[in-house]
């Protein structure tokens, strides 16, 4: 039997608490969570629990093709001239509209065409404030990666020796040059673009002065 997708609002989802699989279990717990931040836009709500399990909270400007939060949709610039192939106030497929747009918790790689919002709802709602001011006024385990914002966190990856195999803390290691990192067991040196020590999901939250959590 394949897959039923049913959308539920929250109230729906909590009367199958403790009933259903751990996957859906999950879903649940994270509208909990989602509920329990309490911001107006669900989008916010995502925001910082992302950056709960992630440890980080970023913010960078993109472009994007629409907003989910407000009337702004995918459309097409139009053609000035007649011409040959088509007439002056018809779409031109080839020449899409981008908005000013915001991703939040990006991550290393950029990936164009992903996006949260358009800056205009942005700034509406004053989410990176917003934000910002939740995470210090409930002390969250969050480091802050934006630009003029002091963080109070920082995250500590763990990361597995490709040598020795053995687990060990971003913090730990040596660091020899950009992007040379030696393991502090074995001694084996990583390099930026051959061999390199294994990135894990797992983490440890340090304060900004090395203080451990």
Known sequence: MGEIKIELDYNELLLLDGKISSKVKKTIDDEKMKK?????????????????RTGIFSCEYVDGRSCGICEKKYDYRVYKRKAKNHNRGEKNYNDPIYYRCVKFNMGSIFV???????FDCYEKYDVLNRIIHYIFDNDLKIEIRSSGIKTKYIKDDVRICFKCKEEMYKSEMIEISAGELKCPKCGATSTPFEVGHKYTDKFRMLLKTGEKI
Do not use: A, P, Q
């Open 36 to 52: 329990n931040i309490g911001f107006e836009l669900d989008i916010m709500n995502k925001i910082v629990l992302d950056s709960i």
């Open 112 to 118: 164009r065409g992903i996006w949260d919002m358009c």
